[in-house]
């Protein structure tokens, strides 16, 4: 299941509030029955909430997860074929490294796929989600060391695409290599649109933060390049659409009837960016100051837009009962 159902379009006056005192809401993935799996970034709990609301509840704990910094439990991922599996994949940080594990919501101990993806505290990426080819697709950060990310034998600083068992995808642009692109600072958004086009946001450093559409083999440019730039002669690909750093570090990302939601959190609003084919237009900046740092924004299955906040990640005002999770129905 991909992190975002290209139809439908979410009523973004019409938010109802689904959870709240979560605890550093993080991953978000659905069930293909609509529920909702939540991973709470620092106390490794994976929780299930129902669209209709009532209390979370616990589903899973994830052994081995190391929180600090920017760090933790991280992204989640369902199986494409969950009906039949019954597997939830997670990207986490533990003693040594960042990695991915799947388990089964009926308990058990995770199975590792991959690991040896650099840790620190921050830059630490953390996104999966399956794409529509039913590969494992995965956004990781630079970990603090710029040159990982562009280091081809390095995880750190790319996207990787995977297979369900953790093996390098067939097709992928190195034979053998889980590597689909390289130059990325910190990948933590990505989506689909309707026609199979990935798109991701990244991290800036001091200036630009960035929404990249994604291709194969495709080099970003970091740390050589911060948003629009020079491109050394197409050896870097430009981002279609950039902030400056205060008004978004760009998180969670998903795309419905060709308009990208990204979630904010420095710039704490949700932006809406139309697309039109693999270009993007002007940004539109909603719900501004309204519910504080933004991290998770995903399309449902019933087309209904879920936003998490991040207000208790340790740069946020946390405000009465945060953290929270919203949704937003579709029209």
């Known amino acids: 299941m ?93 003693e040594r490294d960042n990695r991915i594990v799947r388990f089964r919501l009926d308990g058990g101990r995770p199975e590792v796929i991959f690991d040896g993806i650099a840790k620190a505290s921050y830059h630490n990426g953390g996104r999966i989600a399956f794409g529509p080819d039913g590969m494992l697709y995965v956004g990781t950060g630079d970990a603090g060391e710029t040159q990982r990310s562009q280091d081809p034998a390095s995880p750190n600083g790319k996207i990787l695409r995977l297979t369900p068992e953790g093996a390098p995808a067939p097709g992928n642009p190195s034979a053998g290599s889980p590597v689909y692109s390289l130059g990325h600072r910190n990948v933590q958004g990505l989506a689909w649109d309707s026609a199979g086009r990935l798109f991701a946001t990244e991290f800036g450093q001091n200036e630009l933060d960035e929404v990249n559409r994604i291709e194969p083999g495709r080099n970003y440019g970091w740390p050589r390049a911060e948003g629009t730039g020079d491109t050394d002669g197409g050896r870097y690909t430009n981002p279609l659409v950039t902030w400056p750093v205060r008004d978004a570090s760009p998180s969670g990302l998903a795309i419905a009837a060709d308009t990208a939601y990204v979630a904010a959190l420095r710039g704490e609003r949700l932006w809406t960016i139309p697309l039109d084919g693999g270009t993007a237009g002007e940004p539109s900046a909603q719900l501004e100051e309204r519910h504080g740092r933004l991290r998770t924004v995903q399309i449902a299955p019933d087309g209904a837009l879920w936003l998490t906040t991040s207000n208790t990640d340790g740069r946020g005002d946390v405000r009465d009962d945060d953290d929270r999770i919203l949704r937003f129905p579709a029209r």
């Open 2 to 94: 991909a992190t975002s159902t290209p139809s439908g379009s979410p009523d973004l006056d019409a938010g109802e509030e689904i959870a709240r005192g979560i605890d550093v809401p993080w991953g978000l993935a659905f069930l293909p029955g609509g529920d909702a799996v939540v991973a709470e970034r620092n106390s490794a709990r994976v929780l299930r909430l129902s669209p209709g609301g009532g209390d979370p509840r616990q589903v899973y704990e994830v052994p081995g997860v190391v929180a600090g910094g920017e760090g933790g439990l991280l992204g989640l991922a369902v199986s494409p074929t969950f009906a039949a599996d019954n597997l939830v994949y997670a990207y986490f940080t533990a």
